[in-house]
């Protein structure tokens, strides 16, 4: 564990920076995401090359984001489940390996348009293991005070990489061909892996056995269906990549057709969208400060519409570029919302996965765009693709009006940690179940309304953590008598729910607490299910139970 520092060290953006590990991890991947980004200018030029469609030269894009679309979930799950250090080692070591195939493959004269994007689909899946691992790595790296900055400072140096990788990625490309560029960021994930190895940050040693990771994945998808405001983010965030993805998955064929340039005019506009990234990660705190949650997302939708149109109808290079610059800004500023609106919404214990849920909605849109906006421009050109996709980006601000984002709050969703695991009669094993819950209420008439609708959020709150069954019940004969109910699997899967209450969560639970009338707390009853079919065990009151 690392400790908490002195308060004034925590006001700097760039404390982070005075821990070693942080230093050298956000060092190696700048280089290896420069790497990635020559990697990508190779892949979509050497793309125009080969395809015999302006469909294959889009799904360049497509390959890259469908993978995050498959997999995230999966990695998420994996994330919070397995040894992240491990976890980003394998995936770095497996992008190493068919980055190396690349080459080889380049070298040799043996590519083909549905070879090249079955590797930058393999590239891009052990991207897709890396990044939840990655993202949520960062708190074992620095203080919880400093995550913040250093999330901050991930996402700075990114942008970085992305201002001049592409144009560095541009003059690699037309000086020494796509095999350069492959071979270039086959080496840039030797210093990440270098660095992982020598890690060795200290792991607490786990309280409960492992989540299986069938059921993590459940638990990652029952939190968000059962969080109505993350759904609308998965919402919206699907919508801004389909429509917005157009531009960056038609931007090959806009440098080489609408404005006639050639490998490096594609690496300049690529840089200018990353210049306009850069700048709209440092404006986009001040206008969290200044705006709605809404509008800001409509400005980024009517932005990134004004640069597809200008994309469209542009036919020099630097007129497109300008434009670029303001989409850069506006993919930053929704898409850094839309993902810390998320954070500031999901508890530590399953942020990985609906992290990756989150990008799975939103590349998903991205991959789905670039296949359908390649259809469009193979069949009446870019120019036209690009002006439908700008109707369509402000089609996806106007559905502000009916799934509008929330407000922007901030919840405690540290752990409550006020569970204690009660003394037994029964030796129950971690895997004997299923378990029924039973807690007793006693409401006067007067509070009924109230406590009705104070349960309905009770029941929520239960079904998202894992609950399963949940009602609520009124004794017939004394109607002051209310009965919740709902059922766990497993006793372990018992104390794993109770542990994932929240400070926020807390709130409910007073509330209710507050309306229950009786003298003493409510009562709560714990109970193990059993089989009565004749022929079966019954259960020996000092021998475990399993069912």
């Known amino acids: 564990m690392i400790d908490d520092e002195p308060e004034s060290e925590r006001v700097s953006a760039l404390a982070p920076f005075r821990h070693g590990i942080f230093r050298a991890v956000w060092s190696a991947s700048l280089v290896s995401n420069f790497g990635g980004l020559i990697q990508g200018v190779g892949a979509a030029w050497m793309m125009t090359t080969i395809a015999t469609s302006s469909y294959q030269v889009a799904l360049v894009q497509a390959s890259t984001t469908l993978p995050i679309m ?55 899946s052990g991207t897709a293991l890396n990044s939840p691992s990655w993202q949520a790595s960062v708190g074992d790296m620095v203080p919880r005070a400093k995550v913040p900055a250093a999330v901050a400072l991930n996402s700075m140096g990114f942008n970085i990489t992305r201002s001049v990788g592409p144009a560095i990625g541009g003059v690699i490309v ?47 998808l029952r939190y968000v269906a059962m969080s109505p405001n993350i759904g609308k983010v998965l919402a919206r965030g699907s919508a ?71 994309a469209a109808v542009s036919h020099n290079a630097w007129q497109t570029s300008a434009g670029l610059l303001i989409g850069g800004a506006c993919w930053v500023i ?14 530590r214990w399953v942020v990985g996965r609906v992290l990756s849920i989150y990008q799975t909605a939103t590349f998903g849109g991205i991959a789905l765009g670039s296949w359908i906006w390649g259809v469009v421009a193979d069949a009446h050109g870019a120019e036209t693709a690009l002006m439908v996709a700008a109707v369509a980006m402000l089609a996806g601000g106007a559905i502000g009006l009916i799934l509008p984002l929330p407000q922007q709050t901030t919840l405690n969703l540290d752990p409550l940690n006020r569970f204690k695991e009660p ?6 094993k971690p895997r ?36 399963r069954n949940w009602t609520l019940a009124r004794d017939l004969e004394n109607p002051s008598v209310w009965i919740e109910h709902y059922h766990t699997p497993t006793w372990v ?4 729910h109770n542990r994932r209450a929240t400070h926020a969560d807390a709130v409910v639970g007073e509330r209710i607490r507050a309306l229950h009338s009786g003298e003493n707390p409510p009562r709560v009853r714990r109970m193990i299910e059993r089989p009565t079919t004749a022929g079966t065990a019954l259960v020996s009151p000092r021998g475990p139970i399993e069912h």
Request: net charge neutral.
């Open 70 to 124: 498959l997999f995230a979930l999966i990695a998420g799950a994996i994330a919070d489940s397995f040894n992240r250090r491990k976890v980003m080692l394998v995936a770095q070591s497996f992008m190493l390996l068919v980055s190396a195939l690349l080459t080889l493959f380049t070298w040799f004269g043996w590519m083909t348009p549905w070879t090249l994007l079955a590797f930058t689909f393999l590239i891009d």
């Open 174 to 220: 037309a000086a020494a061909g796509a095999a350069a560029a492959f071979a270039a960021n086959a080496i840039s994930y030797i210093g990440l892996i270098v660095v992982l190895f020598r890690w060795k940050p200290e792991v607490p040693a786990p309280t409960l056995p492992r989540e299986a990771l069938g059921a993590a994945m459940g638990a990652g």
């Open 240 to 310: 801004f990549g389909f429509s917005a993805g157009a531009v960056l998955a038609l931007l090959p064929l806009v440098a080489r057709d609408v404005v006639k340039g050639d490998a490096l005019t594609y690496g300049i506009m690529l840089g200018a969208f990353g210049i306009g990234a850069v700048g709209g990660a440092l404006i986009s705190v001040r206008l969290r400060q200044l705006l709605s949650s809404e509008t800001m997302v409509r400005a980024a939708f009517a932005g990134f519409a004004l640069c597809a149109f200008n």
């Open 334 to 347: 929704a898409l850094s919302h839309f993902n810390v609106t998320v954070q500031m919404s999901t508890p």
């Open 423 to 428: 003394m037994l009669a029964l030796d129950l």
């Open 432 to 467: 004997s179940g299923p378990i029924a819950i039973m807690i007793e209420y006693l409401i006067r008439e007067e509070d009924v309304p109230e406590f009705l609708a104070t349960m309905a959020e009770r029941g929520r709150i239960r079904s998202r953590d894992g609950a």
């Open 493 to 496: 899967e018992y104390i794993r």
